[in-house]
């Protein structure tokens, strides 16, 4: 069975200063990871999506998120985070493209 | 592009109520998926259909709770009666199984629930 564990519940930075969101993982085989983000009253989008290949992948407005099959972790980062990036984000596990399994989030709150 | 739409935006209940939930995929959207999303949790999957097909609703509350997709096209998930702890949002997405990114799925703003 897949699990996906989100360790911070609420982070809270200043904008400008950089970031990383964790992420940790359970799964028999290398999944499918997702980082997807939920803005108020809106559903969810996608940032980005990790298979295979390069452990680095980029994604939207600047995000990207690194595969680490020892560390089973797929946290996500940006170099400098702007008041509008306040969200909730989730990383997400699957091991097909139907059923995917969503951590509890992280609520990111960005000082002006 | 219309992205996914769901109606209503908000309904109250009290328990022992029934409720419809509506949603309208993406055109062309072979597959859709019902969410539930309790308060501060990640969305959890309920059910999910391909055309008119349901593929998987082994997570569905069966005793309460049933989705259909008669055409392929848009959906109904309803509750029968509803239950406090039925208190959540419920999201719709779509996605296209043909697609090069058949595992992109696109959501709805989500319809949230309270059962008092």
């Known amino acids: 069975a897949q699990s996906v564990t989100q360790p911070d519940a609420r982070v809270t930075v200043s904008e400008g200063a950089s970031l990383q969101l964790r992420c940790k993982y359970s799964s028999s085989v290398t999944p499918y990871l997702f980082w997807y983000v939920q803005y108020p009253r809106q559903g969810l989008q996608l940032l980005l999506k990790?298979?295979?290949?390069?452990?680095v992948v980029q994604g939207v407005n600047g995000f990207e998120a690194e595969f680490s099959k020892s560390n089973s972790s797929f946290h996500l980062r940006k170099a400098s985070v702007h008041w509008s990036d306040s969200a909730v984000y989730f990383c997400?596990?699957?091991?097909?493209?139907?059923?995917?399994?969503f951590g509890k989030g992280t609520h990111l709150h960005v000082l002006p | 592009e219309a992205g996914v739409t769901q109606s209503p935006r908000y309904a109250v209940l009290q328990e022992g109520q029934a409720v419809s939930f509506w949603c309208d995929p993406i055109?062309?959207?072979?597959?859709l998926y019902w969410y539930q999303q309790p308060r501060d949790q990640g969305p959890q999957l309920l059910v999910y259909f391909r055309d008119e097909a349901v593929i998987d609703n082994s997570q569905l509350p069966s005793d309460r709770f049933s989705a259909v997709r008669p055409k392929g096209t848009n959906s109904t998930l309803k509750i029968q009666s509803a239950k406090q702890g039925d208190t959540a949002t419920y999201l719709c997405?779509?996605?296209?199984?043909?697609?090069?990114?058949?595992?992109?799925?696109?959501f709805g703003p989500g319809t949230r629930l309270l059962v008092l």
């Open positions: 997405a779509s996605s296209l199984s043909r697609d090069r990114d058949q595992d992109t799925q696109y």
């Open positions: 997400a596990v699957a091991t097909n493209a139907y059923k995917v399994i």
């Open positions: 990790y298979y295979s290949g390069d452990p």
């Open positions: 055109s062309g959207h072979d597959t």
